[in-house]
């Protein structure tokens, strides 16, 4: 017989009787009758294929074959203590960790956020990975990620069944965009710019397959607009100093803006029928288990983390639009 079919019972019982030296008392123990404990060891035994006791009178004396699957009860014994705490840990909303996913867009507005949450909650470690939205998707599907930042993800055929969706994705924060410029640029300050002017303009536009490119194609197309040159770069980063360089305007998240229109390094143009809103969202995966601390960080998001970010949106969007 295989001895991976010992059944936990069994083991178990062979520690108590090696404790305590007798069926009887290990009866006493395990609250177990005398004839049901000699059927577990008579039937671990007959799995293990040698004796576990040598029966010397009354007494009992393990034999080598029995010594081993002490040791192996044992083991077994100390990692199930180790992971009874491990599962206390996980059933403790303030303990264990974090695995989050978040769009290069979205590290503007979650480490204060974080930052907050750690405070109230410091036993929490937090693992995150920046990645596309079709990535954090995959990554939410598989498990590898408990909780992610994100616009609706990555686009589905209209064929597609809603109910096939695997993902709940709870809306979180507005994601505002706005068209950006550097100062001194000739449309800084004025008010109420009608979209075509940006024909005159070059435009710095992100990568193919970039969620805010998506959006750029779309309003330049809806107001029939062709830019006179259309530089593209990779990241939201790369855009901004792009346009800080002067080569061009750009359509960007006003959550990547923060520091640069505080500080004057950028200005926001007033461009009818901007900002254009998305939304932020909350994902996680819709029938797998949320783990108390990614549960904990959830219901913060879309309670305290969403009223500051709402806040500080208006703030900024409410600003002068000349970036001072």
Same mark, same amino acid.
């Given at each position: 017989m295989d001895?991976?079919h010992?059944s936990?019972r ?6 108590a009787v090696a404790?305590?030296g007798?069926m009887?008392r290990?009866a006493? +123990? $395990?609250?177990?009758?005398s004839?049901?404990i000699t ?8 799995? !293990? &294929? #040698?004796? /576990? ?7 009992? +004396? $393990?034999?080598?074959?029995?010594e081993?699957a002490l040791s192996a ?5 100390t990692? !199930? &203590? #180790?992971l /009874?705490?491990?599962?206390d840990?996980l059933r403790? +909303?303030d303990?264990g ?6 769009l290069?867009?979205g590290t503007h ?8 949450f750690?405070?109230?909650?410091p036993g929490i470690?937090?693992h995150m ?5 079709a990535e954090?998707?995959r990554?939410?599907i598989?498990g590898?990620v ?12 209209a064929?597609?069944?809603a109910s ?6 709870e809306?979180?924060?507005s994601n ?6 550097w ?8 008010r109420?710019?009608s979209?075509i002017?940006?024909?005159?303009e070059?435009?710095v536009q ?6 805010t490119?998506a959006m750029?194609?779309?309003f330049?197309?809806?107001h029939r607009i062709?830019p006179?040159?259309?530089v593209t770069?990779?990241?939201?980063e790369?855009a901004k100093?792009?346009v800080?360089?002067?080569l061009g305007?750009s359509?960007?998240?006003a959550?990547t803006?923060f520091?640069?229109?505080r500080?004057g ?5 007033d461009?009818d ?14 029938e797998?288990w ?5 549960a904990?960080?959830r219901?913060y998001?879309l ?5 500051k ?5 208006r703030?900024?969007?409410?600003g002068d639009?000349d970036?001072t």
């Open positions: 001895p991976r010992l936990l069994q083991l178990e019982v062979l520690k404790e305590t007798s009887a290990a006493q +123990r $395990l609250y177990m009758t004839p049901a059927q577990q060891i008579q039937q671990l035994e007959k799995t !293990l &294929g #040698v004796p /576990a006791f040598d029966r010397i009178g009354r007494r009992l +004396r $393990l034999t080598a074959g029995g081993r009860a044992n083991d077994v014994h990692r !199930l &203590g #180790v /009874a705490k491990e599962m840990a403790k +909303r303990d960790t974090l695995h989050l996913g978040i290069a867009t507005i979650l480490p204060p956020l974080l930052a907050e750690r405070r109230l909650a470690a937090v990975a920046v990645s596309t939205r954090l998707a990554r939410v598989d590898d408990d909780l992610a930042l994100m616009g609706r993800g990555p686009e589905t055929s064929d597609a069944a096939a969706d695997p993902l709940t994705r809306p979180f924060a505002p965009h706005v068209i950006i410029a100062p001194g640029h000739p449309l800084a300050g004025e109420g710019i979209p002017e940006l024909r005159h070059s435009v992100r990568e193919p397959g970039s969620g490119r750029l194609d779309n330049l197309a809806m062709t006179r040159e259309r770069v990779s990241g939201n790369m100093h792009a800080m360089c002067q305007v359509l960007t998240s959550h803006l520091l640069e229109l500080t390094a950028l200005v926001r143009l461009v029928h901007t900002p254009i809103v998305r939304t932020w969202y909350v994902v996680h995966h819709s797998r949320l783990p108390p601390a990614a904990a960080f219901d998001l309670n305290d983390g969403a009223r970010v709402e806040a500080e949106t703030t900024l969007l409410s639009r970036g």
